[in-house]
């Protein structure tokens, strides 16, 4: 098990007892600049965080402890909440207040406009000063805010798996963003509601038309844009642990084929560590990123319907939150962007 | 073991040893009117068949025998096709010339353009004086015409989940024609050639804008709203063994709401008794058709989009092959359309 | 849907809303001596069983009812009972005193000696006297005695795939009863109460040596050898939907070898219209008997041990649960012992 | 991607197109001290290895070349045998011969009796000298040679988890070795032969009496015994990707309790990093130690029946395969043993 060494970032995870909370362990215990000096449960408070989870028996020897903010602000230079959206709001605000660095992964601060917060969330939004500071982290479009920020909005996973797939597109105003059509099929994580039996051999749409990551996408589709986008989005549960398949479908602006919009892409990411435009005719699979920060993105211009066609994969655990987390830090601490995250995922 | 009544229909399935023909036996099995005389596999010919299927052991003994239209021209009076397209042509012809009625689950005889079917399937058909006998077999659509077919193109599993659920929508005139779009969610049969760690935990979508089944929903969509219909189709494989979930979108003509479409699709299928639109605000699952006829349906009308969501869920072996084929020889031999077919999926 | 004929047995399916309960209402919907009459359940009472049960919509229109001996008793001459143990044996009592045949697939009347069922249930029988009535409803061992019963302790999943694999082999002295071990795996019904992320890619043993139903084996397996056995017993959960494997071990008291050892089951088990002693050589897939009543069997005989291996594979829902109520139903009433339950199962 | 930093182990993977050889560069891919040199594959040569296993795009830019001992000896100086056994007979000579430390994957080096290899294998071993070299690459048992071998055989997935489960037992003379029987299951890798529909929802044993890997189960036992040790083993094949259960029973020796089991077990691997003795009462699940190279132990002592029950848990792929063959590796070049292996699993 590895200690603190001296020169490592003092890191807390806020909320560790959710598969999120575990999967920022997972990656944070394998990364070279970060010592996980503290992790909070309030139902676990006093057990070994590998009491909970027991893949992690003999990785650490960590402790849960109950949330105190001062406690943990002594302990620690920078804080990951997983917490639910609502909870994390406070613990946002109490830890950046203590000076931490802060990257919270629920929906708390992700929508700028506390109106619309409060409009998908049903509940007002406590610290409308503080959204105005935080930055949506989803570094392929904002990276250079990230570096600057203090908090850090973390993108959803559904909302990740369609802006990538999306923001080439609108950006160059290829398509019509009245048109787009976003199709989601997600595995069960990180909610451990859905019972086996019920689940295995189960396929459904859920949520249509009014799911909370809506707002999310149409909020950075429309900067991209500059003029307020209203798009279709429709998440299906599918049989699988883990792994986010995006189907995209919107309306060519112009007559095009699918090797301009190929290159269009690689043009568009040739720079980006996580995002893998798959060859030209090739189409992702969830396999392919399980366990890994990629996204992985395929092509295909529709001549006969004067569509494109884009798919993209992520794992939700980590490109969908913890591993998206975790480059957030290495932006806002200016550690190489892939530290810690360039292991291959795991296949089969 | 059930031996050939009085009265019963003689029936031959030609192509037994895949998924469709298994499915097959177990309904045919099973039906009150029908007694299996023949089986044929060109590879197993002389095996019985419960050596392909082991769960057919003790429940029938019939032995598969190699092809030859005459000699089951003689043993029955009825045939299910479960072959491959191309090879289904000429069994079709030689059997309807022996006069027995033939219901076929291949695609060779469900585009009546044969010029059509030389695009997508790159083989040009040798029958299409037959194409013109041939009846589309979808019931809900064309009751009339299979009840007094010979030759029943039994209709694709994906185009059954998508036409089902568009047919009211554009029968109607709610929709824009030129604005659907099909993400359709598939298990894994009928093709065996997936390996399985690497389905399992797997999705992807393929053959985007080029899956055969394309043109298939096109002609009878186009049937309905008399013009021309172009759409954009795409297939998603899955890891289950049955099911087939469809999200279909289109822009709505003039503003509605849920209730409206609910309603619509409640009157348009309230005497069909293999159609169950659910309970407004209910969507379906793959899970509560599996083994079973039934097509389940679900709407939403987007107020914010404009858009129809529309969900269908089949079990691909059964609606979306040998369960409609069954239905389809109930029709044609006057039998109640249900016979055999009204029993229960299997959940979990 | 079905209506009552004349001359149908009226059922009651009392506990409608678990897995066991579903089961039961997908084969008696299809039985063709049976209307069910009435179902119950205290928490759904006056809602439609389809509205639990999505996939019965369309199949039946029965309400749930709360459970009430007398109202049970006027409209059924014929009771399941669908309940946790305890609370069965309470209702087994009020039928049987109303004159109703009853199956119990709880495990309130399977044990007869009411110590042995304090001891592993830590509860007291409450009706010791209706114990000793009760016939424990395994038709390959006790056909005899489910003609003439009143009362069915229909016999546990694992039990009834442990015992079927024992009883040629301790009825004819082939092993030593000391040295058995019993393996088995089982998919994820009858409890729903298992997360899909936490099961799918999930195996694990349970109760180690203290499992509820190594009572009810050794039971049955002294019962055939006429002195007390104790054996080893290991359930495991696999990531399935249903059905259970159990992969028997004993020493083999002489030398022989696997002919002899097919040949003694085949035998054993040659009238039976359930049980399938697989050709020599082959060895049971629980996919094979999913959806269906079957029991699959192989056998070999190991030279170089000296032991026998038993592999049996059943669906835990049909053969292990409902499937046997029903076959014991048909004994019960004289029916054919096979109504109802002869239809090929599910595959894939 | 990384390339070769001075100091680092010129490392080449042989047959790297199976699920072990991926399994090999996920793990040498982050290795601290290893530099991946060398990928062969002779169907593939030419082709990048992300090509085949597209989860490694971006992480490696690897070309597959053909196997020509000769220049993989000029540019490794280390290699994994990931071909099939007998292939890989030829293959480990060669690189030995030219002064590579070679650990092989497969079966050709484990049984050190070539007439037992013959027997089992069905194939005459062409290097019996070279046999004698070979140490059995299990280091909870042999880490002392393992550190002075050039060549090692790395155990079998099954015999690994049999013998760690087995080893404390027979050392200390616990049980009657002739009582034991071991029940393996296992997920589906490392080979892709199987359908996915025909696997999914199935379980079976399989080769029952006859799995090669049991010779190597019993060379290992009658080494810690000192008496040739003969027991029974059967493997089957469960719906998972990854991982294997053994569940192991026997004869206790005198009586004993759960308590002096574990405290057994936990003093024999005190100190071994990744076995993982699970507090008392507790088992084992696949699901903890997928994607690690933990070995996780549950032991109990069944009073009613004289027998120890120890349930092991493994990852195939990595303790049963690639992640013990670089522990291998890291005792044969001095590392620390656990570099590049003490990474969380992946939950879930």
Known sequence: MKGTSKGQLKTAVIGSSGYTGGELLRILLGHPHVAVTAVTSEKSAGRPI??????????????CEAFDPSAIAKKADFAFLALPHVTAQGAAYELHKLGMKVVD??????????????????????????????????????????REAALIANPGCYPTSAILGLAPLVKKRMIDPASIVIDSKSGRSPSPAHHFPEVNEGLMAYKIGT???????????????????ILSFTPHLVPMNRGILSTIYARLSNETDTGNLHALFAEFYKNEPFVRVLPRGEFPNVRNVRGSNFCDIG?????????????????????????????????????????GLLSAGMFP
């Open 50 to 63: 590998a009491s909970l989870f027991p893949h992690l028996l003999n990785v650490t020897d960590l402790v």
């Open 105 to 146: 992964l629920s929906a708390d601060y992700r929508l700028s406009d506390p109106a619309l917060y409060e409009k998908w969330y049903e509940h007002r939004h406590q610290y409308p000063e503080l959204l105005d500071e935080a930055v949506y982290g989803l570094p392929e479009l904002h990276r250079q805010e990230i």
């Open 211 to 229: 799911h909370r990551h809506t707002p999310e996408i149409e909020q950075e589709i429309s900067l991209l844009t500059g003029e307020q986008v």
């Open 299 to 339: 092509v295909y211009a529709d001549h006969r319907t004067g569509r494109a066609v884009v798919v993209t994969a992520i794992d939700n655990l980590v490109k969908g939150a913890s591993g998206q987390a975790v480059q957030n830090m290495n932006l806002m601490m200016k550690f190489d962007e892939t530290d």
